[in-house]
Structure formats: structure tokens, C-alpha cells
């Protein structure tokens, strides 16, 4: 059984940091390309950062410089480092996993920025 479990959201102050963890079970993890994606209520749900298996990442332009997004396929687990946070950042953070016509969606977690 294929599992992603987010952990790490919360409520954050603008200029804050945050750190997400995805660990994911049931999957050869190193195969698979990595990635974050946020939905804000009334949006679509969008890209934030993805890693590839050879460790190549891309981020969305709103992100850029501000958040890192990294593996450990020792521990099957994928980080989003968050830094400078800001009050569009919140939004509910799911993790994905994709390797071919597979694709596996974790259950989300929060992430709220305000004052």
C-alpha cells in the first residue's frame, strides 16, 4: 500500500520558516520524481517545486529563492524548506510522487501565514 504522509505544517508570521516533510511508503522512492504542490481556497491546486530521481528540482516563480525542496532516499523522505514566508504562501501543502503512469498524492497538510 502506497503511502505519503505530510508532516511540518503550521501556523507561521510573515518573514517566517517552515520545514515540510513527506516520508512515503510502498514505493521505490529513488525511482520516483518528487514533488510539492499547494491549493489555496477557491484556487487550483498548483506546482511549487518538484525533485527528480537524479536530483534535478524546478520551482515555481513565486518561490523561487525562498523555498528548497530536497531528497534523502535513504529515508524515502522529501523536504520543503520554507524561508521568508509570506501571507500567499498559505494554502494547503500535498506531496506527490510520479515515476512513469504511477502517481501518488499524500493527504496534505497546512500552512497558514498571517500576523
Known amino acids: 500500500q502506497v503511502q505519503l504522509v505530510e508532516s511540518g505544517g503550521g501556523l507561521v508570521q510573515p518573514g517566517g520558516s517552515l520545514r515540510l516533510s513527506c516520508a512515503a511508503s510502498g514505493i521505490i522512492f529513488r525511482m520516483y520524481t518528487m514533488g510539492w504542490y499547494r491549493q489555496a481556497p477557491g484556487k487550483q491546486r498548483e506546482l511549487v517545486a518538484v525533485?527528480?530521481?537524479?536530483?534535478?528540482?524546478n520551482y515555481a516563480d513565486s518561490v523561487k529563492g525562498r523555498f528548497t525542496i530536497s531528497r534523502d532516499n535513504a529515508k524515502n523522505t522529501v523536504y520543503l524548506q520554507m524561508n521568508s514566508l509570506k501571507l500567499e504562501d498559505t494554502a494547503a501543502y500535498y506531496c506527490n510522487a510520479v515515476t512513469g503512469s504511477f502517481e501518488h498524492w499524500g493527504q496534505g497538510t497546512q500552512v497558514t501565514v498571517s500576523s
Open positions: 525533485i527528480r530521481a537524479g536530483g534535478s528540482t
